[in-house]
T-cell receptor, first 118, second 115 residues
């Protein structure tokens, strides 16, 4: 099945530094990658949609300059949290459509990254 | 735009018993998919079951089954013979067919299976 590998699984960084999160599609080509943020005991909140070779589309209220998304290849999408602050601490999840056999396969999700900014 | 509502923030069930999680949605689309995803403490999202809107037959996957009522826009998940490993957050999700790729999630239901 379609697998998305997400790294790192957890990271602690100092306030003001930047952190990069990578999502790789291992056995399929992910032309689209969705990036979510999840607060404890809450649902997934879509932050942005990245498409290979083009600019990402950000949801309303998401700062483009703080959450930089790059989708330079069909197998790699990255999210960089720039100048991180404690309020950026959260769980970040990437997801790609598993379209190989049609939309009925839904999405495949990365294992998530727990970011803690101290 | 679509909305997905899960009216039960938390539920609990005794091991081996049956529990039903509710989900309603609102859409003007006529053709779509509905999903239930499970997020255990590891936080890895796992697909539990899917339903195609044009299929009248309710989907079943082992101990998991759905009650899909298209006219009522209802999509509940029934878990039979609940196991401790079923303890997780459960999310209902909606995906329109050929109308964009965006998956819309409900707010989630936290299920606790008690021994």
């Amino acid at each position: 099945g379609a697998v998305v590998s997400q790294h790192p699984s957890w990271v602690i960084c100092k306030s003001g530094t930047s952190v990069k999160i990578e999502c790789r599609s291992l056995d399929f080509q992910a032309t689209t990658m969705f990036w979510y943020r999840q607060f404890p005991k809450q649902s997934l909140m879509l932050m942005a949609t990245s498409n290979e070779g083009s600019k990402a589309t950000y949801e309303q209220g998401v700062e483009k300059d703080k959450f930089l998304i790059n989708h330079a290849s069909l197998t790699l999408s990255t999210l960089t949290v720039t100048s991180a602050h404690p309020e950026d601490s959260s769980f970040y999840i990437c997801s790609a459509p598993a379209w190989d056999r049609g939309q009925g396969d839904g999405y495949t999700f990365g294992s998530g990254t727990r970011l803690t900014v101290v | 735009a679509q909305t997905v509502t899960q009216s039960q923030p938390e539920m609990s069930v005794q091991e081996a018993e049956t529990v039903t999680l509710s989900c309603t949605y609102d859409t003007s689309e006529s053709n779509y998919y509905l999903f239930w995803y499970k997020q255990p403490p590891s936080r890895q999202m796992i697909l539990v079951i899917r339903q195609e809107a044009y299929k009248q037959q309710n989907a079943t996957e082992n101990r998991f089954s759905v009650n899909f009522q298209k006219a009522a826009k209802s999509f509940s998940l029934k878990i039979s013979d609940s196991q401790l490993g079923d303890t997780a957050m459960y999310f209902c999700a909606f995906l329109p067919i050929n109308a964009g790729n965006m998956l819309t999630f409900g707010g989630g239901t936290r299920l606790m299976v008690k021994p």
